[in-house]
């Protein structure tokens, strides 16, 4: 079992900048690949970001590539989305997810296994 909280969200100006972190619980977190989401009102959950369990290799979803820096912490237990440049189509929910793909970068929400109870982001114009 993984128990991961988000953190960093909040309100902020189009153009703006907000660092997300999620913080697992466990003693093998570098074990697992780390994913980010997000979901706006009425709309499905899309996959934003994933990151492998070494964090050798990432993935970004085409809408956030170049605005958007996902990393790790392993000896902290902590993975982080950076958000520069932040949109106005950009406010949602974001969740961090937990993937048994330790050496993937899924981009379905059904290849991970845990979920944070998510952080809410607003960008105003």
């Known amino acids: 079992q993984v128990q991961l909280v988000e953190s960093g969200g909040g309100s902020v100006q189009a153009g703006g900048s907000l660092r997300l972190s999620c913080a697992a619980s466990?003693?093998?977190?570098?074990?697992?690949?780390m994913g980010w989401f997000r979901q706006a009102p009425g709309k499905e959950r899309e996959f934003v970001a994933a990151?492998?369990?070494?964090?050798?290799?990432?993935y970004y979803a085409d809408s956030v590539k170049g605005g958007f820096t996902i990393s790790r912490d392993n000896a902290k237990n902590t993975v982080y989305l950076q958000m520069n440049s932040l949109k106005p189509e950009d406010p949602a929910v974001y969740y961090c997810?937990?993937?048994?793909?330790?050496?993937?970068?899924?981009?379905?929400?059904?290849?991970?296994?845990?979920w944070g109870q998510g952080t809410q982001v607003t960008v105003s114009s």
């Open positions: 990151i492998t369990g070494s964090g050798g290799a990432t």
């Open positions: 466990g003693r093998t977190f570098s074990s697992y690949g």
């Open positions: 997810a937990a993937s048994y793909y330790r050496d993937k970068t899924p981009r379905s929400r059904y290849e991970y296994a845990f």
